[in-house]
């Protein structure tokens, strides 16, 4: 298992990389801003370093969440933040927590997701189909869960995750878009993919790479 | 850009900017200031961590300070992410403070002008905010 700091600096690391490929994305249906104000969340969530292996998991991704929140400066940091924060207070709070340098089991973790996307839901105001990064965390959630109660191998578990991001993010080229900038643009915005969803499917797609050992 | 100062007058609702541009923010902050004076508790930030477009929520929690008013804060934000990250700092803060803020539905500049004037009157928070809605 890579360490907290690691699964961060994997997925900073893929944010930069994908940076001006967001900002594209965001170009077209909203303000052309999501790469560098994510760019800016991430980095300063790397730049915690250690002090993220210093927690427990959960303790470490609330940090990182505030971090996010504090950072980007645009929607994407109160919805990422949110996300994070959920995750975290989830994992924090199962009956047994896993310590600094511990993994939280499977079903911890899509139990956490789940409270995660909650945050987002109700801090965006938005849900399923309103084209935004919950058309990506929703299936990715539900692929973890149906992994989980199959008992797939973490291999295989993981390709699922990639395929539902992939699936999710897609989905949203048809969609019109119900909530931010985007959805000034009223059904203009159909035909374009969602920077949100994108940026979701580059983090799903990071983490699975750092869990793989593969980034 | 950092929020400005005033001096706080706690009798009145206090009225707090917040634009993704420090330029909206601050000449949203001159016309309400031309309109008051310094009758009410005002403070304006805009920008992102970097200065940039956008809005910080480190400076809206500093803008919330500057103009705390304990018979509340009314706040007017320009776009989504301004709400949200609002929404972040209000809940960084403690309950008692937290009940005395409302982020209003009104466009930021008409919004701030009419909130702060009906302020000026001495108004509570509710009727400030619906003045502020009831802008345009």
Redesign the interface.
């Known amino acids: 298992m890579p360490t907290m700091n690691k699964l961060c600096a994997d997925v900073a690391a893929a944010v930069r990389a994908n940076a001006d490929a967001l900002t594209e994305l965001d170009r077209a249906i909203g303000?052309g801003?999501h790469g560098?104000?994510l760019r800016?969340g991430f980095d300063a969530v790397a730049a915690l370093g250690a002090e993220l292996d210093a927690m427990p998991p959960g303790q470490a991704l609330q940090k990182a969440g505030m971090t996010l929140?504090?950072?980007?400066?645009?929607?994407?940091?109160?919805?990422y933040?949110s996300l994070l924060m959920g995750i975290g207070k989830s994992l924090a709070g199962a009956a047994n927590p896993a310590p600094a340098g511990g993994t939280p089991s499977p079903s911890e973790i899509a139990e956490a997701l789940r409270a995660g996307i909650d945050m987002v839901r109700q801090?965006?105001k938005s849900d399923a189909g309103d084209k935004t990064m919950l058309d990506v965390l929703i299936p990715v959630c539900e692929a973890l869960d149906e992994g989980v109660s199959q008992s797939l191998p973490i291999p295989r578990l993981l390709d699922e995750l990639g395929a539902a991001a992939a699936r999710g993010l897609e989905s949203t080229r048809a969609l019109r878009a119900r909530?931010?900038?985007a959805s000034f643009l009223g059904e203009r915005s159909i035909g374009h993919l969602d920077p949100g969803a994108g940026s979701g499917r580059i983090i799903i797609d990071a983490l699975c790479a750092s869990l793989r050992g593969t980034s | 850009m950092s929020p400005s100062t005033s001096p706080v007058s706690a009798r009145n609702v206090g009225i707090v900017i917040v634009s993704h541009s420090p330029h909206v923010a601050r000449g949203a902050e001159d016309m309400v200031r031309q309109m008051v004076g310094e009758s009410v508790p005002l403070a304006a930030c805009g920008g992102n961590p970097d200065g940039g477009l956008g809005t910080d929520v480190a400076a809206i929690s500093a803008a919330l300070d500057t103009a705390w008013s304990d018979r509340g804060v009314a706040v007017l934000v320009d776009l989504g992410g301004a709400e949200m990250n609002a929404e972040m700092a209000v809940e960084m803060l403690d309950e008692s403070r937290r009940d005395r803020i409302r982020i209003c539905n009104a466009a930021v500049v008409e919004g701030a002008v009419m909130a702060a004037t009906e302020a000026s009157m001495g108004s509570a928070l509710t009727d400030v905010c619906a003045a502020a809605e009831d802008a345009i």
């Open positions: 303000d801003d560098a104000n800016r929140v504090m950072k980007v400066g645009g929607a994407s940091g109160p919805l933040g801090r965006g909530k931010g900038r």
